[in-house]
């Protein structure tokens, strides 16, 4: 059966059709015909103040309900100002559709107005993209788009559509199939590679559960408990896979890398066997990739086959979705311990991390006036609690965040991992307040990153989206800052932002509290330990706006532990020039 209709219903139609309920968006000349049918849509289209917001939006969106986020925008500019998002998602692998209006195909190659070429622009950094001019194939390209971007290892797919495609008349015809014979990702894991993992499981004397976002991606967090239960085998999440693990479970040793705990670097490093579960062995959990894990063979598996042995050669390479992988990995375990085939014992080696881990507790000093950054962030996770969800922006706060809230489910915390986008926090997390109505959604931001995105405080404002953000304010872009201190002699050079009192004469450039007001927010302030618990409370009684709590917080608190950039992880610091010391019972 088909309906005559125009390209831009069709279009409208097809997102119907493939279960969308929520698009962020801008429009404009290109995209416009598509904003008139969607006018009387069932969808819901939330008016955004930058494009960059929308693709990050759809992030968040995507993140806490593990469906396709869906952005759009017109052509040119509207189409580049999504770029950042579309990268960030690509890195994080974070499901998304971008649909952008194009400049009429007779135009396309003519350098019109408003035409910028967005498919070659965006080919390195999606899993695929579209340029549609035929308005017949709208249909089928958006329910591919969808299938690619929410299958496989997850990820932002570009659907770019002409303008005359858009007004043309056109029958709709949903696929019934999906002809796509290139893609095809591989979830069910190989046997004999499984059997292969369950074998080096058993004869490892120091193993790590090395888990990353591919196991949230997955949905794989039960398994993975069951997993290490059955085993006793330590686990570190990465920067992406904090809550797929209980933070609260002894087996927890914490997040490895750069700004990881002592317990988990010293965990891989001293490892001899790595069961690396949907992570990619990043740079910033590697470090010095020649010296990690040195001893460590290695048990990788991951959907995408191009992430095995990219970065370290795999001994028992497994492609496979991790839920499956997982599963399949305990039964072969429980058959072969049923049988008397194996034996399952590490416990002289846990004992040892845990030991390592009660030793090495994250941790920092109160300064001796001011209020410190990491209270403030651990008072938010205690009265906040777990069932709040916690979207950060890129720098200290990150990492102050990643450490200090308590993360005891998958899908509480989101990130700009990969990419590091600084402006991610404020409009993910109105996507994810979007994705989940009457639940409590806390951004915390830097200063630096909430002015590069707070322009969203206005969307949230008036579409009734009542996010709740902290903004750690140290009035410096601070973790350059802190690279300043620890590697430029301290010597400055633009970062300081003039947020603060202490700045030029005692004004706030801009006045955090006065912006969120005139965002149609409610802006507190905080600078003292004593009113701390008391501003976090009153922000959390307020549902019916956004909140904005400007944390006035001291300049030269520091993110420890540390690996530099480049350095072996064995060259880790827990204090300013202050390496962990091994005793004898502790050397693994």
Request: include cysteine.
């Amino acid at each position: 059966m088909t309906d005559t209709m125009t390209g831009a219903q069709s279009l409208v139609q097809a997102l119907e059709h493939a279960g969308v309920d929520t698009i962020f968006g801008i429009p404009g000349g290109a995209i416009l015909p598509a904003y008139d049918p969607l006018f009387d849509s069932s969808i819901r289209h939330i008016l955004v103040r930058h494009e960059q917001g929308a693709g990050h939006a759809a992030q968040g969106y995507a993140q806490v309900t593990g469906r396709v986020g869906v952005c759009m925008a017109t052509s040119g500019p509207g189409a580049t100002n999504l770029v950042t998002a579309i990268a960030d998602a690509y890195m994080d692998s974070v499901p998304i559709v971008a649909i952008t209006g194009q400049v009429a195909s007779h135009l396309i190659g003519t350098d019109g107005f408003q035409e910028a070429d967005i498919r070659g622009i965006t080919m390195p950094i999606t899993k695929h993209s579209y340029l549609v001019t035929d308005a017949a194939q709208i249909p089928r390209v958006i329910a591919e788009a969808f299938h690619i971007a929410g299958t496989g290892r997850p990820g932002p797919v570009l659907v770019d559509i002409s303008k005359d495609a858009l007004v043309a008349d056109t029958d709709f015809v949903w696929p019934s199939e999906l002809a796509l014979p290139g893609y095809r990702p591989t979830t069910k894991p190989h046997a004999k590679q499984v059997r292969e993992a369950a074998r080096l499981i058993a004869s490892a004397e120091r193993p790590v559960l090395y888990v990353g976002g591919g196991v949230i991606k997955a949905g794989a967090s039960a398994e993975l408990l069951e997993l290490a239960e059955l085993t006793q085998i330590p686990v570190v999440t990465t920067l992406m896979a904090r809550g797929a693990f209980p933070d609260s479970h002894e087996l927890h040793l914490g997040m490895p890398g750069m700004h990881g705990t002592v317990a988990a670097v010293a965990g891989l490093q001293r490892s001899d066997l790595l069961i690396s579960l949907g992570a990619r062995f990043d740079d910033r959990v590697t470090g010095q990739l020649s010296s990690f894990a040195p001893l460590a063979k290695v048990i990788h598996a991951d959907i995408d086959p191009a992430e095995i042995s990219k970065n370290r050669t795999a001994d028992v390479p497994i492609v496979g979705d991790c839920r499956e992988v997982i599963a399949d990995l305990i039964t072969t375990l429980r058959k072969q311990v049923d049988q008397d085939e194996i034996t399952l014992d590490c416990s002289t080696w846990t004992s040892q991390m845990l030991g390592v881990k009660a030793k090495f507790p994250v941790g920092y000093d109160r300064p001796a006036e001011g209020l410190a950054p990491q209270t403030v962030i651990e008072r938010l996770s205690a009265i906040a609690g777990p069932k709040a969800t916690y979207v950060a922006g890129v720098g200290q706060h990150q990492m102050w965040a990643a450490h200090y809230v308590d993360y005891e489910r998958p899908r509480q915390w989101l990130n700009s991992g990969g990419a590091g986008t600084m402006g991610y926090a404020v409009p993910a997390a109105m996507g994810a307040q979007v994705g989940l109505p009457g639940e409590v959604v806390w951004a915390i931001d830097g200063d630096g990153c909430f002015q590069m995105t707070n322009q969203e405080l206005a969307t949230c404002a008036i579409e009734g989206i009542p996010i709740k953000v902290a903004v750690i304010n140290n009035s410096s872009l601070g973790m350059v800052r802190q690279w300043q201190t620890l590697l430029y002699d301290k010597r400055y050079s633009n970062t300081d932002l003039n947020t603060g009192p202490e700045s030029i004469g005692a004004r706030r450039i801009p006045d955090f509290v006065k912006l969120a007001d005139a965002y149609g927010c409610v802006g507190l302030r905080c600078d003292s330990e004593a009113d701390l618990d008391a501003t976090i409370e009153q922000a959390m009684a307020i549902t019916d706006r956004p909140v904005v709590i400007d944390f006035v917080v001291e300049r030269d608190a520091m993110v420890w532990p540390m690996v530099h950039g480049g350095a072996s992880n064995d060259d880790i610091q827990i204090a300013r020039d202050l390496a962990p010391e091994w005793d004898d019972e502790e050397q693994v």
